[in-house]
């Protein structure tokens, strides 16, 4: 089946500093990538939809400006945190479609200390 | 807003046993998703149901979409340790690819 990665699979950081988490589909092109956030023993929470060229979606009561999408290319999305909190430190997921099928990334762990 | 609610919420079980989880909404879908996931990793799709009263098998698991659209279940005969993990629906809709997920049924099979 297709794949899809993430990078990096766990981060670290200071809080007030900014980080970038990698979606990319390895075998097959996107051109909508989904992001999600999943806090401990519970569910994902879909955060915004990215799309190729153009301008990501987000969901109601997600900060664009705090979370920063990227998608320049059909293999290649990014989700900055900027000026990470505590209470920022989840579980992030990414997804890619191809046709009407999902793949899910294995998520990337981020602390905020 | 779409909701999605799993009960049950927790389930642990001695392995050999079978369960049912379950998966209801008030809003219909046009189709169905179960997905598993193991800590530290994303989901893994198990299966997509579009029809309702469709019945779909993969080996001991047996998935059904209710008729309506609106629900859904997961029978698990004869579980297994391997079994263990946090087991979500999803639903989607026509010409949508976005997916809401069900609140989550964490399953544990004691060997």
């Known amino acids: 089946g297709a794949v899809v990665s993430q990078h990096p699979s766990w981060v670290i950081c200071k809080s007030g500093t900014s980080v970038k988490i990698e979606c990319r589909s390895l075998?097959?092109?996107?051109?909508?990538m989904f992001w999600y956030r999943q806090f401990p023993k519970q569910s994902l929470m879909l955060m915004a939809t990215?799309?190729?060229?153009?301008?990501?979606?987000?969901e109601q009561g997600v900060e664009k400006d705090k979370f920063l999408i990227n998608h320049a290319s059909l293999t290649l999305s990014t989700l900055t945190v900027t000026s990470a909190h505590p209470e920022d430190s989840s579980f992030y997921i990414c997804?890619?479609?191809?046709?009407?099928?999902?793949?899910f990334g294995p998520g990337t762990r981020l602390t905020v200390l | 807003t779409q909701l999605l609610e799993q009960s049950p919420q927790f389930l642990s079980i001695q392995e050999g046993e079978n369960l049912t989880v379950y998966c209801n909404s008030s809003?219909?879908?046009?189709?169905l998703q179960w997905y598993r996931q193991e800590p530290g990793e994303g989901p893994v799709l198990l299966v997509t149901?579009?029809?309702?009263?469709e019945v779909k098998k993969l080996k001991r698991l047996t998935f059904q979409f209710g008729d309506a659209r609106k629900d859904s279940s997961l029978h698990i005969t004869a579980a297994q340790p391997g079994d263990t993990g946090l087991y979500l629906c999803?639903?989607?809709?026509?010409?949508?690819?976005?997916?809401?997920f069900g609140t989550g049924t964490r399953l544990t099979i004691i060997p």
């Open positions: 149901v579009v029809t309702g009263g």
């Open positions: 990215s799309n190729e060229g153009s301008k990501a979606t987000y």
């Open positions: 999803a639903g989607a809709n026509f010409g949508n690819e976005k997916l809401t």
């Open positions: 997804s890619a479609s191809l046709g009407s099928v999902l793949f």
């Open positions: 809003s219909v879908f046009s189709s």
């Open positions: 075998d097959f092109q996107a051109t909508t």
